[in-house]
Nanobody, 123 residues
């Protein structure tokens, strides 16, 4: 079972990126999924989460209104559209899935993790 995040890169402040998360080995159509990020020297933090239906979303306050999480429950089950990027958004971004369709914001609540993708925002 594997999740793989992609779509990161280097962008200027104010720019946009769209991250994708592909799944292999199983599907996550009934799982709560989320995006996390980890900057150098900092703990991994929750960025956004979405229920299996897509009807319920939750965001870190500092990204609300700039980031949009979505899913389509296919092989690429999860997306994160990031607009108006700021230098403080620079981090490695990870997609993750819970073993159940219950919201969670702590990394310890997630059972499946993908390799991260680097997002660097220059000022």
């Amino acid at each position: 079972v594997q999740l793989q995040a992609s779509g990161g890169g280097l962008v200027q402040a104010g720019g946009s990126l769209r991250l994708s998360c592909a799944a292999s080995g199983r599907t996550f159509g009934r799982n709560y999924m989320g995006w996390f990020r980890q900057a150098p020297g900092k703990e991994r933090e929750f960025v956004a989460g979405i229920s299996w239906s897509g009807g319920s979303t939750y965001y870190l306050p500092s990204v609300k209104g700039r980031f949009t999480i979505s899913r389509d429950n296919t092989e690429n089950p999860l997306y994160l559209q990031m607009n108006s990027l700021k230098p403080e958004d620079t981090a490695v971004y990870y997609c993750a899935a819970r073993g159940r369709n219950i919201a969670g914001t702590s990394p310890t609540e997630y059972d499946y993790w993908g390799q991260g993708t680097q997002v660097t925002v220059s000022s």
